[in-house]
């Protein structure tokens, strides 16, 4: 039987002892001495490398591999690959209103033997396939599987920059736009959830330079779609925005029903946390470039210190990245930041 993830991220908020919740899953490439592109190509990789961080660090829950290329990828989109970087999505497959109505909406992808080579087209197959075996050999732990947002699934299909001069200019194209990737995206998450998925972390990042009115007709009406779809006792969604303008639109975030959020770096946790109800955990949001990867263990130690101080009184905050830790970060930095949690809190209790 399954955890009743309610209860648990309740249990989460109102620990003595907080357990940290970052997006960490791409630094796994080095304790395996792989790349990035074996990584995305192999579930079982994928797995093991989640098991392999669960076994290191003292996390609340396991988080698959953020990798916002995947569901584009689905509808056509060119992805580019290297073997040290996250992937990224190149141009653009929409730019009209007839193009979005020709636009299919994808079937997902079988696990093809749990392997395929970047660039195959479906990858979502390996994911799926890559949460099922995490969730077999990670028992102490939620497991979480890690998918793109509405709007920025949107935008990387018509191009990130385009799609918000579209919002003003073709409205129902991207409301038509929208439509297509939400049916997909609530696929994607049902799939997770059969396999025994405890939730998903929702990226939405494009989301975040939007204006809170766009946002409130772009982005929110659709995530709440997928939440209430998807959402139960069982399986959470927590919403994930690293822009710089989420606390002004706070109001359309918290009306997607999410069970947690989880934000950027970009804000200030401190101004962010009264916005939200008490009984609502928030996340976020060391800087994962400027520190996970660039930082030193002393700094990253620091900077840790200071936001618990800055935001450790609120019951539901629980501390994390800005977003997802890169693959090249170090885990001397990421070894410290656990530490610095656990004394903050005070090991032990």
């Known amino acids: 039987m399954g955890r009743n993830m309610k ?47 669960a076994r290191r660090v003292d996390a609340a829950a396991a988080v698959s591999l953020m990798d916002l290329s995947v569901e584009a990828e689905c509808f056509g989109s060119e992805v580019v690959v290297s073997e040290d970087e996250v992937p990224t999505v190149r141009g653009s497959i929409v730019s009209t209103p007839e193009e979005v109505e020709k636009l299919s909406v994808p079937a997902l992808g079988g696990a093809r033997g749990a392997k395929a080579g970047a660039g195959s087209g479906n990858r979502t197959g390996i994911y799926i396939d890559a949460i099922r075996k995490a969730k077999e050999a990670i028992l102490d732990r939620p497991v979480f599987a890690g998918m793109i947002g509405p709007y920025s699934l949107a935008g990387r299909l018509a191009d990130v920059t385009e799609i918000m ?48 009115e766009l946002a409130a007709e772009f982005s929110a009406p659709y995530v709440k779609r997928i939440v209430e779809a998807l959402q139960d006792e069982s399986f959470l969604v927590i919403y994930h925005n690293c822009g710089n303008c989420t606390i002004q639109m706070i ?22 946390l009264p916005l939200v109800p008490e009984d609502t955990v928030v996340m976020g949001n060391v800087d994962p470039v400027g520190q996970f990867r660039s930082g030193t263990p002393e700094s990253i130690r620091q900077v840790t210190r200071e936001l618990l101080e800055a935001c450790g009184g609120y019951r539901n905050f629980v501390i994390s990245s800005g977003c997802d830790i890169p693959p090249k970060a170090k885990w001397e930095n990421i070894d410290a930041f656990f530490g610095e949690v656990a004394a903050y809190y005070g090991e032990g209790l």
């Open 165 to 212: 001069y579209y919002c003003y200019d073709e409205p129902e194209m991207v409301a038509a736009l929208l439509d297509k990737v939400t049916e997909f995206l609530i696929a994607y998450g049902t799939a997770y959830k059969e396999v025994g998925a405890d939730g998903i972390m929702l990226a939405e990042p494009l989301a975040g330079m939007l204006s809170p």
């Open 251 to 272: 109001a359309s975030v918290l009306d997607t029903g999410a069970a947690a959020f989880h934000f950027g770096n970009a804000i200030d946790m401190a101004e962010m």
């Open 7 to 53: 209860k648990w991220l309740e249990g989460l908020r109102t620990a003595e002892r907080k357990r940290a919740f970052p997006i960490l899953s791409f630094p796994a490439v080095q304790l395996m001495g792989i790349t990035v592109r074996e990584l995305i190509s192999d579930s079982g990789r994928q797995a093991e490398g989640m098991k392999l961080i």
